[in-house]
């Protein structure tokens, strides 16, 4: 089966900027995650969607991040305006369901830089 | 809240060695717990799990993993290392709520040498 698909692999823009972000998950996989993986660290959780709606959005800093999946498959989110740093590698993994036993398998991710 | 510490960032290591990447998680409630592998520029793989049952889970490829309750540590091991484990390794918690997304650790950057 393919995997989770993301675009772009990179994108740099300067501080201030708009950037958006992609994902398309694996075929049938209800459930959506998009990741923040700052360099040195772990992937922090910004957004779980389940089919089109928001299932944990406590992470995402709302004031400059949004996301959606209005169609229940792809995804995007958004930065505006963007901060030195959100510099960091933006991971979607997508899932059967939401039941936390259930693997989460991940795209490469979209390296963002901020000048 | 749950947390995971991995307490070691680096771990060199000779080809054909043993290795042991620790990983010590905190939770209120039972929990599901995963190791990822990522290769430069690449996304995160699975690379194995325990959700329930034995407590020693293994992958495919040599790695294998113990859950300890009463220490609430799920420790990855290895008993001979290859020069190409080299990666970063994720341990990820996930409480039996229904509800929550992973919570990794920090990583730990495995480094084999010849």
């Known amino acids: 089966e393919a995997g989770v698909a993301q675009s772009p692999r990179y994108k740099i823009i300067e501080k201030r900027q708009s950037v958006a972000f992609w994902c398309n998950p694996i075929s049938g996989h209800a459930t959506l995650y998009w990741y923040q993986q700052i360099l040195g660290q772990g992937p922090k959780l910004l957004i779980q969607f389940q089919n089109n709606g928001v299932v944990d959005d406590s992470q995402l800093p709302k004031d400059r991040f949004s996301a959606e999946r209005l169609k229940g498959v792809d995804s995007t989110l958004k930065i505006q305006p963007a901060k030195l740093e959100d510099s960091a590698v933006y991971l979607c993994a997508s899932s059967r369901d939401r039941g936390s036993n259930q693997p989460q398998h991940f795209g490469d991710g979209t390296r963002l830089s901020i000048l | 809240a749950q947390s995971v510490t991995q307490l070691d960032s680096q771990v060199p290591v000779f080809e054909e060695a043993p290795v042991e990447l620790r990983c010590n998680y905190s939770s209120s409630v039972s929990v599901y717990l995963f190791w990822y592998v990522q290769y430069p520029n690449q996304g995160l793989q699975l690379l194995l799990k325990?959700?329930?049952?034995?407590?020693l889970v293994k992958s495919i490829n040599g790695f294998e993993a113990e859950f300890n309750k009463s220490q609430t540590s799920f420790h990855l091991r290895k008993p001979s290392v290859h020069i190409s484990d080299t990666a970063e390794y994720f341990c990820?918690?996930?409480?039996?709520?229904?509800?929550?997304?992973?919570?990794f650790g920090s990583g730990t950057r495995l480094q084999v040498q010849p």
């Open positions: 990820a918690v996930s409480e039996d709520t229904g509800r929550r997304a992973l919570t």
């Open positions: 325990y959700l329930s049952g034995s407590t």
